[in-house]
């Protein structure tokens, strides 16, 4: 039997370890854990597709970020703070291109 609170451990510390990797600049290992990452709650969800979005944009792959926010948008809708913090990332970011 799984502990579900062991399963949530594991969720925020892949969250965390993605987080981490992606800020200093290990995007192989951000993404990893971000697929690694488990939980179902709609904020978890909606936390680690704008993490991953905003990954995509250091690596400079716009269309993969769109793709994320998106994906935002049929989990949470416009209005949810992660797809609004993607959106302005995605926006800044084609201003500098």
């Known amino acids: 039997m799984i502990c579900l ?5 594991n969720a925020d510390v892949h969250s965390y370890l993605g987080y981490a ?11 990893n854990n971000y697929k690694t990452r488990v ?4 904020l978890s969800t909606a ?5 991953v979005g905003e990954a995509y ?14 994906a935002l948008k ?6 949810c ?3 609004k913090d993607l959106a302005r990332e995605i926006a800044e970011y084609r201003k500098k291109r």
Request: proline share 2%; with cysteine; aromatic share 10%.
């Open 5 to 9: 609170n062991k399963v949530r451990v």
């Open 81 to 83: 703070e992660q797809y």
């Open 21 to 31: 990797y992606r800020h200093i600049g290990n995007f192989n290992e951000a993404f």
């Open 47 to 51: 936390a680690r597709t704008s993490y």
């Open 57 to 70: 944009l250091l690596t400079n792959n716009l269309p993969k970020a769109d793709e994320h926010l998106a």
């Open 74 to 79: 049929q989990i949470c809708g416009t209005g």
């Open 39 to 42: 939980g179902k709650s709609i």
